[in-house]
């Protein structure tokens, strides 16, 4: 990742401050495209957990809320936007204990049972309402299946449900449910935190089951999914040390999930909103972290799979705050902080391209770092959806160089972190795309951009800021906070873009 840190003059909307404002200098090499930042790396997650697909993103066919075939319109419609490449589904946690069958055929005579112990499923979200969805957004499925209580022989007959021919008796159940050509089936995943709510195991153990379920999985060879093997979590690479060792035939990548807390620990995460500056750059610091724990289980995977046919998926990422008794599980307010979380993870993201293939952020809806917040018929969107779509043009582009000189540093306390963080790519509509996030909620900066080989002549895009930290939207105000339009022409034959404090940053460069 590419940082430039911070202090310093603003952009756009913002006064500029008395003093003269120092100036930090982006070299960027178009001339020497690298990698391909892939458009996986900005894939979402459904689980059945709280209101993230009930009532969030479904509401059933007798709705008041405008739905198509059960899925709310604005939300559909609102993730469309986003072109949201690949959605993993049904879990999670959520994935070890559901059973597929219980999702097929006429609802009203689809069984209820407990989700996780305490919350009923109705089962009113199965196999065709998912590709339904994945249908309507133009999206990829990427399925989980479940190792924890399921079987070889049931996990073997939902993937030749999904992926078989008119022959089958399976395939011939999926017509009679009303879908007579196989369903798209992108990737496939192996259970889910085998090492926790999947099962407690450890990975020689899984490594085996994984073969075991992997030889079993059979499907044609048109409609044959790529494996994911669900690997450890956060820093601990014994995992994929293992797995990497032992995978052979489809699989194409090891998962990681890794969180981003305020707190020091597990038990006192932090706040959604009210937070103080200290845990605003904690926050941030918790999460450049992820750049190290890349790095580490990359090292782990070149030495058994030097020629990079092994994807690190980091399936679960974003932030997870304390509990505030929310209406629902998990819910959690998304604020400011958590757009340039979002952001930061891309630049990394962007960094490792050749490591990394896929992400997706939990969750899509209403669950933690959520693109979208509903209440009954109300729908907001959330700094998080902005950051998503201020960044579409990286799908799928080619990373670019980047070079730093006269850096910054944002320090509070004890912690000091880069002010601002950068990456720059080549896009499929041949622009070249420069993102800056500053971290400091304080100061702006002033950036001034060098392309070897080309001209640049101005620069335009979005900028997302506030005044406010925790600044948010609500159903009572629903645009507190929304990206603004931002230019800057070249002066003397220099770029000099301004780049408020506490801001997310996305311009297109103008010959």
């Known amino acids: 990742m590419n940082i430039i840190k911070h202090s310093l003059a603003v952009l756009g909307l913002i006064a500029a401050p008395a003093f003269a404002a120092s100036q930090v200098s982006i070299s960027i090499d178009a001339s020497k495209p690298g990698p391909v930042i892939n458009k996986n790396v900005y894939g979402q997650f459904a689980e059945h957990l709280g209101t993230g697909v009930y009532n969030g993103l479904w509401v059933g066919t007798k709705s008041d809320i405008p739905n198509t075939r059960g899925w709310r319109n604005d939300v559909v419609g609102a993730l469309k936007a986003l072109h949201v490449p690949l959605v993993r589904w049904p879990g999670g946690c959520f994935a070890d204990t559901y059973h597929w069958r219980d999702g097929v055929g006429p609802q009203d005579k689809r069984p209820s049972n407990v989700n996780g112990g305490s919350v009923e499923e109705i089962n009113a979200v199965g196999t065709h309402e998912f590709f339904d969805l994945i249908d309507m957004l133009g999206a990829d499925a990427y399925i989980n299946g479940n190792v924890g209580t399921g079987s070889v022989q049931e996990m073997a007959d939902w993937v030749e449900y999904m992926t078989s021919d008119g022959g089958s008796p399976l395939a011939r159940l999926r017509a009679r449910n009303g879908h007579e050509k196989p369903f798209k089936v992108a990737y496939f995943g192996i259970g889910n935190e085998l090492w926790g709510c999947g099962g407690n195991l450890k990975p020689d153990y899984y490594a085996n089951l994984y073969s075991n379920y992997e030889a079993f999985l059979r499907a044609p060879e048109k409609s044959r999914p790529k494996m994911i093997a669900s690997g450890g979590s956060g820093f601990d690479t014994a995992w994929t040390d293992v797995l990497s060792k032992e995978l052979k035939g489809r699989t194409v990548g090891i998962s990681v999930h890794q969180y981003t807390i305020a707190g020091a620990t597990w038990d006192t995460k932090g706040k959604d909103l009210g937070f103080k500056e200290g845990e605003w750059i904690s926050t941030l610091a ?30 679960e990422w974003g932030t997870w705050y304390d509990d505030a008794g929310a209406r629902s599980a998990l819910f959690q307010q998304n604020s400011l902080r958590d757009a340039l979380v979002a952001a930061l993870n891309f630049h990394i993201f962007h960094d490792h391209a050749e490591r990394v293939p896929m992400t997706t952020i939990a969750q899509m809806v209403n669950v933690l770092q959520a693109m979208i917040l509903t209440d009954k018929e109300k729908m907001i969107l959330t700094p998080t959806y902005y950051t998503f779509q201020m960044y579409v043009p990286f799908q799928d582009a080619r990373s670019l160089p980047l070079a730093i000189k006269d850096n910054t540093s944002y320090t509070l306390g004890a912690t000091t972190i880069p002010g601002v963080s950068a990456s720059a790519a080549l896009a499929r509509d041949g622009k070249v795309y420069l993102a800056l996030v500053n971290t400091d909620p304080r100061n702006a900066v002033d950036v001034a951009v060098d392309v070897a080989g080309a001209k640049v002549n101005a620069a335009a895009g979005k900028v997302l800021t506030s005044a406010a930290m925790d600044a948010h939207n609500t159903f009572q105000n629903p645009q507190v906070i929304k990206p603004a339009a931002i230019s800057a022409r070249a002066a003397g034959g220099k770029l000099s873009i301004k780049v408020p404090a506490k801001a997310v940053m996305v311009v297109a460069l103008e010959k």
């Open 286 to 315: 918790n999460t450049l972290k992820m750049d190290q724990l890349i790095k580490d289980h990359a090292a782990v995977l070149d030495k058994h799979d030097p020629e990079k046919k092994i994807g690190l998926m980091i399936d």
